[in-house]
Every structure is written in structure tokens, then in C-alpha cells.
């Protein structure tokens, strides 16, 4: 048996991909079911996910799939009794002419400033930023809004966002994602010498950073950029 909020949701889903062939936002579908927090939509949606309903498509914040609904799920959203669990769930009938759901954009988490001079602390948030999938490889990916100047000789600019795809390891002379004793993230090129870890810049004007191995921890590599013009 579903929950009204579960019947809501698949409804309002099913209703979103026929007229835009794009799945809701997770702040789309709080709003519309009113709910307090996005939690609650996750929940709902893993729910629907392991009955069978719903699907998740790989690496897609805003990709759904309704596979199948209950045969009430054409009633209004606002619907106060859900369905009698001994009605059968049927295949979703696709509309003809319906687009496919949208894959081409993904949200991903948007984890506060990092610097490109010199060490700050990457702030969580609970932010998320549209990235266009193209600019994505496999992979789990984050972003990070830079803060500084010493990579511009890479071409990275403060206040641009670097998209990081997850990692802890890297090779020498890639750009990554480097937590410093615990506690601050900087941008900067990795290269291990003589015993050391040797963080980059690719700005003359600032000298490389020198730290014991077990005093970096790679945390991600530099996979692209976004950047808006004012």
C-alpha cells in the first residue's frame, strides 16, 4: 500500500515528465507536497524506488523514471485515501510523442569556497549547482567555488566553480583537491618528491607548499569549470 505523499508524489512526477519530459527538483517536490525538508522527499522517493515504482537514472540529481504506478495515480494529487493494497500496480502506458526525461543537466552538491592562494576551510553547504552532464565524466563529482588567484595561469579564476570529480588518488601534475592537516582544501597541482608532498601554484607570485605525506589527503580531481560573467 502507498502513503497519500507517496501517491502525491508519483503523481506529481508523472505529471512533471509528461509536460516538460524533466523530472522535478527536490525543491520542486517539497514545495509541492509541502513538506518541511528535502529529507522527507528522499525518504518518499527511496520508498517508490525499491516497490518498483520509480527508478533512479545513474549520476542524474534530476532524473526520474516512473516504471509503473497504481491504477489510482490519475486521481487528483490532493487525493485523501491512498490506494487498497489489493489493487495491483500496472505498467506505466507512455503517452505517445512524450520526450525522453532531460538527462543533459545534474545537480551536484555545491560544498562552499575553496582557495586558489593559499589554504581556507571548504565550508559544507547544502547547496546544489546545475552542471551541464557533458562537462562530466564517470564518477561521483562535487563543485567548489574557488577563492584567489594562484591558479589563473590554468585558467582558473576566483569565483569560478571547479567541478571535482571524488577521488583520493591521483598522479603527479594533476590539479586535485587537497585537504591540508585535517582542516583547510586548496586548489593546486600535486607532485610527490623527495618524501614530500609538493602543492603548485600556477601563479609566479606564490611559492609551492611543502607538507609530509600523511599531511594530504587528495579529496577529489579537477574534472572542469564553470564560470558566469557579470
Known sequence: MLTRKQHELIGFIQARLEETGISPSFEEMKEALDLKSKSGVHRLISALEER?????????????????????????????????????????KVPAGRPEPANDVIELPLHGRIAAG???EALESHATLPVPAALLGPGEHYALE??????????????????????ATARDGEIVVAL???????????????GQV???????????????????????????????YH
Do not use: H, W
Open 180 to 194: 591540508v592537516r585535517g582542516e583547510e582544501a586548496t586548489l593546486k597541482y600535486l607532485y610527490r618528491e623527495q
Open 146 to 167: 574557488v577563492s584567489g588567484d594562484s591558479m589563473v595561469d590554468a585558467g582558473i579564476l576566483d569565483g569560478d566553480y571547479a567541478l571535482i570529480r571524488r577521488t
Open 198 to 228: 609538493r602543492l603548485d601554484p600556477a601563479n609566479a607570485a606564490y611559492d609551492p607548499q611543502f607538507y609530509r605525506p600523511g599531511e594530504v589527503e587528495v579529496q577529489g580531481k579537477l574534472a572542469g569549470l564553470l564560470r558566469r
Open 52 to 92: 518498483g515504482f520509480i527508478r533512479r537514472l545513474p549520476n542524474r540529481a534530476r532524473a526520474l523514471e516512473v516504471l509503473r504506478q497504481p491504477d489510482d495515480v490519475s486521481a487528483k494529487i490532493a487525493a485523501p485515501v491512498a490506494a487498497p493494497a489489493s489493487r495491483p500496480a500496472t505498467p506505466l
Open 118 to 120: 593559499v589554504p581556507i
